[in-house]
């Protein structure tokens, strides 16, 4: 019952409405005193000491449930996350991890770091921070313990079965830079590509200084898969790079705020350039909107798979005391007025997350059919109301778990074949036979040992040369990506990518028509 009183406390006080009717402003002052009353009651005759933080923090978050699957309750720390990515940088030691058995293990350690700088090394295992064992440790704590202000220390003990040594190392925090581009680069066929991971303050001008930089190139591909959006003035930035003056880029509409539209200032630098446009499941929100704003405008092909389909506009309120909310506060409409979010039902979070019929081929999703539009220039047919659909589709080539491939990620093997790999060999000793990215994609082969880790792990009996042949050069691949950089995946990886293939195949076909 004090849950629920709060609930509709906290109702009131941030003024949502119920969604079954608008409600008069007598009705809400009604409300107001009732639950005012109510509250003043608890606060002096209930039986114990109400734990009002508590329960106000579960209230409020129970609150937001009951809305749209995006608005909701964040904590404090999940608000500094929030930060974070919306500035892309954060305090730290410059290593990425995975926790492993008990233990984590480094996977990255970005050059230049305060982690680089004491020697840390891919495999090195961190079994301690700040004097507690990581075992004792829970493990949403860990990136707390490890992050923190610029300037202050953590104590880590370092394990490095590669040569038996154990060592504990005290490090500075410092902050890093994270960009939102993890690669731009030149593929063959004069082809340029831009890999972008999320939409923070500078990925509009991290895109127009990696094509200022590039050179050589006659076309591009923008790689949104498994970006799941950001700042949406950096999606403004980046779609007027393509666009022509005054060219609207998305739309937005709600019962609160009257519809406000996004357009191109001025004509763009790259209006002629060949473009491709890559999305997948993953790719929500703003990666929806710049996907929406090439696709209405045929000025770019998008490739792939359908998109997440999150188009609600949402707002950052900050609580004052660390925590915060979003609040959807309108829709994103694309160019040609369609909707991208996708049907829930409103305080049904839990259906709308495990809803997975965007994985389907898009001819098997069901279109409303009130929802078919046009795109600007050419008329071609688009759909609205559940994600961006691709112009040309690509099925995801891994979709069984029960095949080698699948059981494969399923059981970590990557994971387990690189572990046991790097606690045999030195990665000083990797490094010395394999210093550059062309080296290892040349040289390296798995062992004899990590190819019996492989059999251990998954039955020989489901697969085939070929298959064998993709789990190798997986391996491969997410090793150059953490020993080196992406351009290294890259460079190895690619040849499997149906998706990016197809694209380039695309630009490289039309390029000569």
């Keep these: 019952m004090l849950r629920q009183v709060v609930i509709l406390a906290l109702l009131l006080l941030f003024g949502i409405a119920p969604l079954s009717a608008q409600s008069s402003a007598q009705d809400w002052r ?31 978050s129970a609150t937001l449930d009951e809305l749209d699957p995006h608005t909701r309750y964040l904590p404090r720390k999940e608000m500094e996350q ?134 050589g190139y006659n076309s591009l591909i923008l790689d949104l898969r498994g970006n ?15 666009l022509d003056k005054g060219d609207i880029i998305v739309s937005t509409e709600g019962r609160c705020e009257r519809e406000h539209y996004h357009r191109a200032s001025r004509r763009g630098e790259y209006t002629d350039l060949p473009l491709v446009v890559l999305i997948d499941e993953q790719s929500a929100s703003a990666s929806e909107i710049l996907a929406g704003a090439i696709q209405d405008h045929d ?7 359908t998109s997440y389909g999150k188009g609600l506009v949402q707002r950052l309120i900050n609580l004052g005391d660390g925590d915060g ?52 220039r050419q008329g071609r047919k688009v759909y609205g109301g559940g994600g961006i659909t691709p112009d040309i589709y690509v099925a995801a080539k891994v979709g069984d778990a029960n095949s080698y491939i699948g059981y494969a990620l399923r059981n970590n093997v990557i994971t ?6 790097f606690d045999r060999i030195s990665c000083n000793d990797f490094y010395s036979a394999y210093p550059t990215p062309r080296s290892y994609a040349d040289g390296f082969m798995l062992d004899s040992i990590s190819q019996s880790v492989i059999k251990r792990l998954i039955p020989d009996s489901l697969a085939t040369p070929e298959e064998k042949l993709i789990l190798h050069e997986m391996i491969r691949s997410a090793m ?3 020993l080196y950089n992406e351009e290294a995946y890259l460079a190895l990886s690619m040849r499997f990518d149906d998706v990016l293939m197809r694209a380039i195949e695309y630009l490289t076909s039309n390029s000569t028509e």
């Design 325 to 376: 909310m979003t609040v959807t506060r309108a829709r994103y409409k694309t160019p040609s007025g369609r909707i991208i979010q996708r049907p829930y039902s409103v305080g049904n979070r839990s259906d709308y997350i495990n809803d997975r019929s965007r994985y389907n081929h898009p001819d098997l999703i069901a279109h409303d059919t009130t929802m078919v539009y046009r795109t600007l």
């Design 82 to 215: 929030m930060y974070e990515r919306l500035r892309s940088q954060f305090a730290g030691i410059g290593t990425s991890y995975i926790l492993y058995h008990d233990t984590l293990i480094v996977r990255r350690v970005v050059s230049g770091s305060p982690a680089a700088r004491h020697g840390l090394l891919y495999n090195d295992r961190i079994i301690g921070i700040d004097s507690r064992s990581i075992r004792d440790i829970a493990p949403d704590s860990i990136r707390d313990l490890l992050r923190g202000r610029s300037g202050t220390t953590v104590t880590l003990d370092i394990e490095r079965r590669s040569d038996s040594t154990h060592r504990s190392i005290t490090i500075e925090r410092e902050v890093i830079e994270s960009p939102s581009i993890s690669i731009a680069t030149i593929l063959k066929d004069s082809i340029a590509y831009i890999g972008i991971e999320s939409f923070a303050r500078t990925t509009g001008q991290e895109v127009r200084r990696a094509l200022a930089t590039l050179e």
């Design 299 to 305: 000025r770019g092909v998008i490739i792939g798979r």
């Design 416 to 421: 387990e074949v690189t572990v046991e790999l």
């Design 30 to 60: 009604k409300a107001k005193r009732k639950i005012n009353k109510v509250l003043d009651y608890l606060k002096d005759n209930y039986v114990d000491e109400v734990p009002l933080d508590k329960v106000v923090e579960s209230a409020l």
């Design 228 to 242: 799941a959006g950001g700042v949406l003035t950096s999606v403004v930035d980046i779609c007027g790079l393509f």
């Design 480 to 482: 150059a990506k953490d």
